[in-house]
């Protein structure tokens, strides 16, 4: 049997131990305990991906088990999201997100998106080999305030640039923060560019788009 | 005086000759930049003449002692159910689509006709055609390492997700992949190719951590260069991404020679794997951006850190300088 005080350490578990099944049916007990859904969320499932991100930063886990991991926070946010009050369920930070155009190389990118869940925002994924118009036309359309530019390429890199152009010409430059990230990316490349910052991995990324929203 | 065959072959045997040998085999690691390809129209990934002139052409203007085919890493998986966009010369072939979405339907894929299907004959042929002018010359044939050609039939976050719940499946499709490869791969070496290089860009220390790559990735590889090497070609691995993780399982794979990225040093490769021919790694980056002063010095530290072959880290740019590879080239030849 299940105590308030355990439920929750048994939650981060599910999902460091990437168990699907239980991470959903301890979200479940958590409620019928009283927890509330928030709690539950950030101190049980979201505090079980922290862990599994020290872990994929020490090497000792790899993209399938992060995968796996996500997959089992997300089972158990599913179950605990109807019930968070409405106050709670406020308006997310958008980040709009893509592997630029000429590369379709989306492991990196896919890390990133779920380490940007992890932290709160609503990731808009506009998936692999993306022309920079779109970057412009989304962030504009859904409102989002953050753009992410991926690509493994060398050959892509050029395109990067395009993106911060497009909104340099269409006189909306300052109403976005743009980072990049992806093998080929360097900090220099990031500021010969004119983007806001570059991170080098996912867990980079979150902590990155975390600090440009208090640019704002 | 070793003639370019000879002296790469002997260096695949494990033998010591004058100096390194300075290749870049083709398939994900092709020289086929958008200066030469421009020149062959649009057909040079589907045409067997073309694509083995441009082969030629390849060798011709930048130096390197190969000649290799085919120019992408997208011929398998697209006689495997995926749609691929050709591309063109400014932009390399794309997996656009996947062909399968679960284990069953990978194995349930038919066996692809290397006859009729696809590009499998445009290369064999090409091969083919390269055999007839090559004297002295290696032809390099390439194939897609197992674990790229799966995650290029099926999308990879969740072929990488199925590696966690059902590895026994898993197991069985990469099976089945390598099958073919290694059906591939005698077809090449059938049709002329004294060397087989793969690369499975998808299968990194990175990526995968040291005990999926353990468990998914070695006895793969090792069957594949087992094949190679039984078939009377020499074999060349390459691998991509930092591999610190994973470098000691270098030594349960036999009888290839080791191509890693520039971010590896190859003095601790050697130190830790001390078998097997080193091949590498200029930095690709560098080999597009920079100069070719400073591409003459840093092959020479190259060639210090006790390479076997030069070749480039990675895939190149397709907008990388001719002076710059020939730069490379030269300075291993001491021109």
């Keep these: 049997m299940h105590k308030k005080e355990t439920v929750l350490a048994d939650m981060a578990r599910a999902v460091v131990d990437m168990d699907e099944t239980a991470a959903a049916k301890l979200a479940e007990t958590s409620i019928e305990l009283g927890v509330d859904a928030y709690t539950g969320i950030n101190d049980g499932l979201v505090k079980g991906m922290n862990i599994v991100g020290e872990k994929y930063d020490n090497e000792e886990y790899f993209i399938p088990e992060l995968l796996l991991c996500s997959d089992a926070m997300t089972a158990g946010i599913d179950v605990l999201r109807p019930h968070l009050p409405v106050k709670e369920q406020k308006v997310k930070e958008k980040i709009v997100i893509g592997v630029i155009q000429g590369d379709t190389h989306d492991i990196g990118k896919n890390l990133v998106k779920i380490m940007l869940e992890t932290s709160g925002f609503e990731v808009v994924d506009l998936g692999r080999d993306v022309a920079p118009q779109k970057f412009v036309d989304t962030a504009v359309e859904v409102n989002a305030r953050l753009i992410g530019l991926s690509t493994l390429m060398t050959t892509t890199m050029g395109k990067m640039e395009e993106v911060i152009r497009l909104l340099e010409d269409q006189g909306i430059r300052d109403r976005f923060r743009v980072m990049v990230g992806g093998e080929p990316v360097s900090k220099g490349f990031a500021d010969r560019i004119g983007a806001d910052a570059y991170a080098l991995n996912g867990t980079e990324a979150a902590k990155t788009a975390l600090e440009l929203v208090a640019t704002f | 005086m070793l003639n370019e065959k000879e002296r790469l072959l002997a260096i695949l045997q494990g033998e010591d000759v004058d100096r390194p040998a300075v290749i870049c085999p083709g398939g994900m690691m092709s020289a086929a930049t958008t200066k030469v390809l421009e020149k062959f129209g649009d057909r040079f ?44 010369a400014s932009v390399e072939p794309l997996v656009t689509e996947y062909g399968a979405a679960t284990l069953d339907e990978m194995l349930n894929l038919p066996a692809p ?27 390099i044939g390439n194939i897609t390492g197992p674990i790229s050609l799966a995650t290029s039939i099926m999308d990879p976050m969740i072929f990488f997700r199925l590696m966690g719940k059902e590895k026994q499946g898993v197991h069985r499709v990469l099976d089945r992949l390598i099958d073919f490869l290694v059906l591939f791969a005698r077809e090449q070496i059938r049709a002329g190719a004294h060397v087989i290089s793969i690369a499975d860009p998808s299968a990194t220390g990175d990526i995968l951590g040291p005990a999926n790559f353990r468990a ?54 050697r130190d830790r794997v001390p078998g097997p021919p080193l091949m590498g790694n200029l930095s690709t980056h560098m080999l597009h951006t920079n100069t070719p002063e400073k591409i003459n010095r840093a092959t020479r530290r190259n060639m210090e850190s006790g390479v076997e072959i030069v070749s480039p880290a990675c895939g190149i740019s397709l907008s990388t300088p001719h002076e710059n590879l020939r730069a490379m080239t030269d300075t291993v030849k001491g021109l």
């Design chain 2, 45 to 88: 990934h589907s045409d067997p003449g073309l694509m083995a002139e441009a082969a030629l052409a390849i060798r011709q203007t930048t130096g390197f002692e190969n000649l290799g085919v085919p120019f992408c890493l997208t011929v398998e998986a697209e006689v495997l159910g995926s749609r691929v966009d050709p591309g063109d």
């Design chain 2, 113 to 139: 006709s290397f006859q009729r299907d696809g590009r499998l004959s445009i290369v064999t042929d090409a091969i083919g055609l390269l055999a007839e002018k090559s004297e002295g010359t290696p032809i």
């Design chain 2, 216 to 269: 998914f990735v070695v006895p793969g590889l090792n069957r594949l260069a087992a094949e190679i090497r039984r078939a009377g070609a020499g074999c060349i691995i390459h691998v991509c991404g930092r591999a610190g993780t994973i470098v000691d399982e270098f030594n349960d794979i036999g009888s290839a020679a080791l191509s890693f990225d520039s971010v590896v040093s190859m003095k601790k490769v």
